[in-house]
């Protein structure tokens, strides 16, 4: 399993970013995808998760509702975070991940984030937000 995000970088408040994961190694359609994010100091957090249709989005930080959305791509192996009106509290190394609940024909996200749902991770790439 490879899981390679990309896209962050140095942007000022209010600004956006898209993120790109890249997964290849396993079945990409089957598995739900998550975004996840850890700031210095503080504990890895869940951000958004897609099931694997791509049919539904799951938000696990409310203070992204209205800023962050997540969407895939199955035929290209790819996931994305569009991040809209950043803030500097955004700051953090983000994840892409694979998982979610298993179902007969695919995976979906609980309602609540667990790391435990999601055993395969990507390198993060860094997003730093100035105000």
């Known amino acids: 399993v490879q899981l390679q995000a990309s896209g962050g970088g140095l942007v000022q408040a209010g600004g956006s970013l898209r993120l790109s994961c890249a997964a290849s190694?396993?079945?990409?359609?089957?598995?739900?995808m998550g975004w996840f994010r850890q700031a210095p100091g503080k504990e890895r957090e869940g951000v958004l998760c897609?099931?694997?249709?791509?049919?539904?989005?799951?938000y696990y930080t409310n203070s992204v509702k209205g800023r962050f959305t997540i969407s895939r791509d199955n035929a290209k192996n790819m996931v994305y975070l569009q991040m809209n009106n950043l803030r500097p509290e955004d700051t953090a190394v983000y994840y892409c991940?694979?998982?979610?609940?298993?179902?007969?024909?695919?995976?979906?996200?609980?309602?609540?984030?667990?790391?435990?749902?999601?055993?395969?991770w990507g390198q993060g790439t860094q997003v730093t937000v100035s105000s």
């Open positions: 897609i099931d694997s249709e791509g049919g539904s989005s799951t």
């Open positions: 991940a694979a998982g979610g609940l298993p179902g007969q024909y695919g995976s979906s996200c609980r309602m609540e984030m667990i790391l435990d749902d999601f055993p395969s």
């Open positions: 190694g396993f079945t990409f359609d089957y598995f739900a």
